[in-house]
């Protein structure tokens, strides 16, 4: 677009009257042409009056009244603005002043639920359409074919468009304008174009999210089979904005188009947008160019630069993958036709070709010529792709203007972004007014303060409530300030907010495989880290500002991303060899080429090693004795720079206007870019290895690092951090990621334990005096604000049970030189004295409890340098009613000032490597089972000696060669002896330093794991290539059978053993093929558990040419239990995946027996693949130990093969003798030995081989496996052999007796008795040879731990050679890794449940825990063949404390979620069973197709009525409870006693009328609401009341009680004022899907009912009575049905939480009367 359109210039020239409209709020009325809804507000028709619809119709709503009430109730204004037309919507945002005042506030509540955009979309893709059939000949070539399905299409399109939207009058570019005005006014920039007064506002509003979550709102709406959702800009996934009956629109609107063409549509009118978007930003398209100052300009580019950061995070690189590197650079039907057919998957994203053509080679043409050619000669792929492009540039010269301008727009988009940065950070006024006040919202404000609305968890709703729990009216003054960036976000430099968000797009661009090998040249080419280098803010003093520091961590990440070692052209990592090869090949031309031109001048560069040039000082020291000319010179020469660089861009002027003064700094750039080019830099990986395992202070503090783990649902910080998105470039990148924020979010734990223990601890200083007479310990606080000379020693006045102080100055004991290679020490030893006099027992006895490898952190804290300030204030408006009316402080744990405030002057990690008590004992020696002395005559002395313990510990080596040389701490070595404070941690929180070990040793040796992961899956682990290559049904993995020994294809038998139940389960299982059942097609049979068979299934052809599954059957072991379980379809599809070689995912919703499947699988793999290892890996102990009983319980897998590693063992319930423990099993097969060697005993005793006087002195066996294994070669298979031979010789029949030839009578007991009437059969005796075979085969498995004589060996042994389901957790696999390596451990099969709750690299890590194959070898040789994840992406994630290390870098985005998103095929269980279908519809509408099982209406339990209650669930409304809904007694610690009241008081009732306690759990969403009702259920069903003792099955909270279930479930959502972090769909599928029969929801309910995101759930709440009714006279268990009307009179409605607690009252006393 030109200019401003024929409607944009009539509305400036006429401009919108307001009409006059009734004052707004609850309970006004509305203005004219207004009406009331049905909730009785009044909404006036405000600005719409005059226009010439409105005053034809009164049938539309206003947003809002005057100016005094404007806002009024959302509710209204939504659906208000449905029935306007847009052209009069257009109208009132582009006329003279309508962009501010009630207009702009009608038009904010309009916004709400992004109906605007609902409404726009469909314009976009009907001129999509329309320039679609009239310019692109290829669609009409096509559309021509179709005839008249085509005609059909565009019809219904018309007629649609005519009959929904009152769009008629409305314009392509006035939609497209609109849009921008929505987008623009959301990110928080003013009014909109025309409505004067764009002035700067807050970056930091999601602008660039709403942008996104309307384009991928609507792209989901196209696909009418999905469930309305989208993924918003962090990754989450949230509902989606179109689902307001939008749904038709968009079928009808692109009816009769393929595949291909829906996707050209969708980019086409996404590249409207943003183009129109684009264009506004260079004020082309703007109605009054004067509203678009320079401050508004780049607010609103910053948030189009925050837009694309969130677009190409959120990508799925199977369409931009093709599109970047395909010929033209953009996409078309072939490049996204695959991916929006792929199996389970969406269609191809609408931002697919516009983000292609924003990365795409067509950016090279702002690349200088010299440079570009220089690339261009490298890659014969580049020349065609830049032919191509350059191609595709002249045949859309015959385009409309509009398509040119929209991808000039969008290709020279990065060339625009490079250029503005360097506009802003060489324009010395901004840097020199403005550096030292950096936005808050940008992350470069020291401190880094937390907004208010971040401190209601993570995500936090806009909308307070009143006492009245309705909507509370923000004031008019606070919601502009607010939106326009006062207080402190006016603060905000624009600038910042646009080169931070920048560097933070590029940084991105640079690690996306696809769009790296166009930006990278392009950014050398332009030289960019260097100019950043040599700018103002890299520089002092603005370096020092807040906005300093973020700026040099942001270019050291984009400089580290830019050198990463990456091979562009290939794809493929290098090494660091590798690395250093090509910086020598470029110095050996650089020696060239001074060899040739500058002999004289440049000698000491020709004549030294490639090694010595490319060392920085050395070339450095060089270049300075070169003249200016010639620096000058060469960097020409080499195509380094260009005349537009050193002319315009470095002197701003022409060559003649240098000037002396500018001379240094040409000199410097020069030189600058020939060391940038030429010298070796570390890599991330090299330095990883010298950092720190424990974080020190001045990471534990830095708020860019580790930023506040609370932050805004609308605020997106830029910070210095990685990211894990959906793809890496190579597994040293990923591995790097992931250890930085591991890390981070590590170092976030402990500084939050650590300020809980310093301030338990209240650090004061003691005086000392001169006179030695006085005596007394004079001891004080500091004194608040003032300091003195006389305080000198640091004493601690408080007490913390995870801390204690250190009695005596830390000694080091040793410190080992370096390992050969290394530039750290190899070890440090010190030992640190504490006291625990002071301590109680139970105290003491935690302290003592302190094992090796237990990690402590020593403090050191100086009280003199205790400032005494309180915490700052939260630099944000405060919210009425909260903290009592006063301002909020930033919690301590987020305080970054917090080591000011308390002295804190050093912290340091370490690792316990033993405890001695005050007598030298050592009491972490395992050998050495101590015990507390006991009382009486049986007291003993092994308990610990003294109140001393003396620890000796392992120091961070790293850490103490950084302080050894200052570069750690100021004091040096010396800081260790002011360390006086040691704080502990508990256990599971603990393993950071473990698993940062494991991801660094495979940093080290990244070789290793490429080599350890097969190549079938190490792209799709990476994000690259094929999302469906690893499936078991792909091209690939035939192959990968096909070649590879041992393993199945996917066309052979396998054994499914019991996985059916009968042969007509076997049919049904797979619908749509021909099944031969034993050779027969049409037979089918149910039969009882004598006659179960078990099957061996062969599948074969495809679903294009038709399946047959042929199914041989054989006869179940008598006496197992087996498989009880009639698995669905879709069951036995995830079963055969997981059976095949390859990568399956299986995603679970709750109930669907996803721990079913995974039994099976395992005992199939076991049957199936006997030399095979399997390890199974879950998130917790509890999963593990449930998958491991269900195994155990099924009893056709021996349990000698069954291992158990970790501490959680002590929680597993079987009924063996022996633990599954490492030692308990050596312990079990110690004992299996021996009565094994017992029957080999008795049987060479019936034989008359050994007599009983050869037995030990204690009747053992004379026998060992050895000598057992003589004994069965030569007397046992020779007797065997002889019985066979007699049995040919003499020609018997099958059906002859052979109890007379049988050799071992005596021994099975058959001699005695009638002897000569005995009877055995051919069958019977080989049945018995079968037995005695599996005694010497199993005893020939138990010698080698004969030769083995130590626990050690025995146990590793056992590890590495016998077992074959070993079991752990993620956590675990990590802290084992590389003892299992240095074994030799190797494992076929992996299975993962609750792959959904582990992060990212805690699934890759037990994927790494076998030795890869040799170099040289192919990694095809790895035995890892099956990958099995099994988990729910739509339950919770895994757990990270901090929220800016979720939202802004992904961390809890865990590789099963990873993978859905990356789009690899999935298998969907669609069947479940575990709640009443009512129930489950309340959150089944989140996934694809998920009904019920039979079960759910047919067993007894589902069938009958809830026992007292009318209904099986409600949400029962909760008032204020005496005056007071929920409350914050401590930050983030929410409790809501009115709520609380009313769940025990219906758990009582509950019990009262005969529900066992134990079918009832109790959910909240907050720790404090379960402390609270653990204290109310304390006094209710204490001791001396009449339920005593009465304890529900679980109290607990939502995110704990994941993966659990119970009959009834009673939940509490605490929140009054806002939603709170529920607004996470997540958390509500888990909330409401824990509950089998019942389910009781206590809330407000119309906070939850306004949320958008709740409200299909809320929805079907809605349905029934928000008062809890009951129904009197019934007692547990009800004979009522649940299809049973209950008579009215029979039904009691629960007015409060008074009215049950009387219900409760009266019942207990009847209890105690009748007692």
Known sequence: MAGPTRRQKQHQTSGGRGGRGGRGGRGGRGGRGGKRDRSGDGTGADDYGQTKRSRQSSHHDGGGGGDDGARGDGGGSRVSVLDVPLSELYELCTADGGGGGRARRTLDAAEEGGVLELRLWPIFLRAAVADAESSDAKTKEKQKKKGKKAKKGKAKTTKKKKKNDNDDDISMADAAHLTCLLVNRRSGSGSASGGGGGGGGSSATPGGSAALSFVTATSSSVDAVQPTTSRDTDGDEDDNVGGVGGDDVYRDILDGLDASQIASVQSRAFGLVVVNLLNRINGDATADAASWAAGARLNDEAEIVHFFVSAFASLDLRSTSTAISGSSGSTGPDATSASIVAKNRRPAPILAEALSKVTSIGMWQSMPARYRDLQLKKSAMLRRRWGAWKKSTEEMDDDSDDDKAGDDSLVSYLPHLVDTIFAIVEDQAIWRDGAGDGGVADGTDEPMQIEDGAADDDDESEDDTDDEGEPAQPDPQQARSRRSGDDHSRRIRPQFALLNRGLELLADLLLLPPARRHVRPYLLSKNFAVRLSLSAPYLPPTSLTPAGRLFRQLHAMLAEAINFGYDDATGTSLTDEEVASRLHERAHILQKLCHRHYADSASDIIYSGVARVCDSAFLKKNLDLLELSTLEDLCRRLRLVDDKDVVTLIDDGGASSRSSDERPRLRSYLTSVLLHHHTYTPTGSSILTSLPLYPDETLLWNPHLVPPGHIGRHSTPVLALPKLNVSFLTNADYLLRSFKLLRLESAYGIRSDLVDVIKRMRPAMKRSYDDAGYAGDAVMEVDRGSSSSAWDKTTFQGWARMGIEIAEPVRLRKVSQPH????????????????????????????????????????????????????????????PGRWNGQARRVPDEEDVTFPRRFGVTAVRGCMVLEVRDQKGTVLTDPARAWQSPEDGEHKTDKGPKGTKRILRVSLDAAQYALDATGKGSPAGTGVYETLNLVVRRHGRENNFKAVLETIRSMLEGTGSVHRSIPQWLQPTLLGVGDPASASYESRNMREFARKTAGVTSLDAALDYGDTFLDEVHLRGSFPGCNVIVDGAEDEKKECDAVDRRRYQIKVTGDSTSGRTVEATSYPHPEGLPGNPVRFTPRQVEAIRSGLSPGLTLIVGPPG??????????????????????????????????????????????????????GSGERDLKTVSKHDFTKQGRVAHILSRRGALLEKVQQLSESLGVSGRSERGADGSPSYTCETAEYFNLHHIKKRIQMFERKLQASEVSISSNFYQDFPFKTYFGMEGGDGGNAVLSLEGARANFALLDEIFLELAEYRPLELLRSQRQRTDYLLTKQARIVAMTCTHAAIVRSHLIELGFQYDNVIMEEAGQMLDVETVIPLLLQKGESDGASSSATRLKRVCLIGDHHQLPPVVKNMSFSKFSHLDQSLFTRLIRHGVPSIDLNRQGRARADIAMLYSWRYRDLGDLDDVLSRPEFQKANTGFAHTYQLINVDDFEGRGESTPTAYFYQNMGEAEYVVALFQFMVLIGIPAEKISILTTYNGQKALLDDILNQRCGPGTPLAGVRPGAVSTVDHYQGQQNDYVLLSLVRTNAVGHLRDVRRLVVAVSRARLGLYVFCRKQVFDGCHELRYTMSQFGQRPDKLELVTGEHYPTARKLKDDVPKDKIFTVDDVASLGQIVHTMQQDLCSSS
């Open 820 to 879: 050969l290679g290394k530039r750290i020490p190899a070890e440090v030893i010190a030992e640190v004295t504490i006291d625990l006099k002071h301590c109680g027992e139970h105290i003491k006895k935690e302290w003592d409890e302190l094992g090796e490898f237990d990690n402590l952190f020593l403090v050191s804290i100086d009280a003199s340098r205790m400032s005494g300030e309180p915490a700052p204030i939260m630099e944000t408006h405060e919210r």
């Open 1152 to 1205: 669907t027996g996803k721990t079913d499947v995974a039994v099976q699988i395992i005992a199939n793999l076991y049957r199936s693949f006997p030399t095979q290892r399997t390890v199974l890996i879950t998130h917790s102990n509890a999963a593990l130990n449930d998958l491991f009983e269900k195994v155990m319980a099924r009893g056709d897998v021996d349990e000698r093969y069954l291992l158990r590693l």
